[in-house]
DNA sequence: GCGACAG
DNA sequence: ATCTTGTCGC
């Protein structure tokens, strides 16, 4: 059988994972203030990919900015390799923020909480050179959650558990780049006022799924035509 | 072979 | 992630 991309090579992008974790800064700045935060999460459909950028004002409690990328996915979706597949797009929609005008960014997904320490958010991280958290619903392979809800892997904290608010979902926090775990922890828990995901993020996550449903209504202008889709078979 | 396994 | 009906609760 065909694999459905040739060039990709999973034993070198373990590799680069291997090399990206050691490229981590786990510590940031220590009087930093995180006021306008970036989020960024994507939708699926078939082979496409629709990735959100909410650039949010944290102290105003307002959106600055939206931006999207409507993307044929290349690379299909491993466990351990999410980063490779949808970081691309993370990119794509982030393109038109100016970022010199984004104090962090909160990536759906896990950062160093990750097999090789290198989730999407490292890689995010890593590429834009900008304080990155791993925002995830659910946990990877983890060697231990302690009773404070530290997350440890290869004898090191790699994450913590958000239980906040009272009856909400827990998240996996973990570092990206350049932030260190607390005040990546604190800075989730204060964009959570409710039991959904952390503002940004949930307004990204919203908005992906409207755009990916919209592009689909709007299928008959050329989209289906230009990434191969099929409708779906009425049964 | 079976289970694990972000989005 | 996405596919899906009814159902429990604020």
Known sequence: MKALMPSFNYEKA???QEIMANLIDDVGLSDRKYEKI?????????????SV??????????????SSALLKNKVPYVPGFLGFREASAF?????????????????DGHGRFHPRLAGSAVQVGLV????T??????????????????V???????????????????????VGNEISLEDAFEVVKLLRPGKGLPVPLNIADRLSRR????ALRRSEKGYIRRFGLRRKQAS
Do not use: F, T
């Open 38 to 50: 970036l989020g960024l999460d994507a939708s699926y459909l078939n082979d496409l990919s629709c």
């Open 211 to 214: 755009l990916m449903e919209y």
């Open 128 to 131: 834009l050179g900008k304080p």
């Open 152 to 174: 440890w892997l290869k004898g090191r904290v790699v994450g913590k558990v958000l239980n906040e608010p009272k009856g909400a979902k827990r998240l996996y926090i973990s």
């Open 91 to 107: 990119l794509a929609s982030a393109q038109e923020i100016d970022l010199s005008d984004v104090d962090l960014i909160l990536v």
């Open 133 to 150: 958290v791993g925002v995830a619903k659910k946990p990877l392979k983890a060697e231990k959650i302690d009773e404070r809800g530290y």
């Open 53 to 66: 950028a909410v650039l949010y004002n944290a102290r105003k409690g307002k959106v600055i900015k939206v």
């Open 14 to 16: 373990a590799k680069a």
